[in-house]
């Protein structure tokens, strides 16, 4: 069983930074995929950015020059460095771990963009 803590959530001004940490309990972690997703009110939960095992990232358009996706093994962490920051991005983001055939997610952390 993995856990899956999501942090560093809050409110911020248009333009600000952000960077959200997702830390995953249990063993594995460096064999971890995991992906960082947001879910804005009434809509869906999409995929923001995602980084491999062997550190291979992606991102969707939305984050793609504003977001970076990092991980240190040695903390059992990933990051979510947040720039240019816009109200539209407020949303819960979540983290998703894939280990093997199984998935985890975490409870969620809250990010409000707003003057």
């Known amino acids: 069983q993995v856990q899956v803590v999501e942090a560093g959530g809050g409110l911020v001004q248009p333009g600000g930074s952000l960077t959200l940490s997702c830390t995953a309990s249990?063993?594995?972690?460096?064999?971890?995929?995991i992906g960082w997703y947001r879910q804005a009110p009434g809509k869906e939960r999409d995929l923001v950015a995602a980084i491999s095992s062997d550190g291979g990232t992606a991102y969707r358009n939305v984050g793609k020059g504003r977001f970076t996706i990092s991980r240190d093994n040695g903390k059992n962490t990933v990051y979510l460095q947040m720039n240019s920051l816009k109200p539209e991005d407020t949303a819960v983001y979540y983290c998703a771990v894939r280990s093997g055939s199984n998935g985890y997610w975490g409870q969620g952390t809250r990010v409000t963009v707003s003057s």
């Open positions: 249990g063993s594995g972690f460096a064999s971890f995929d």
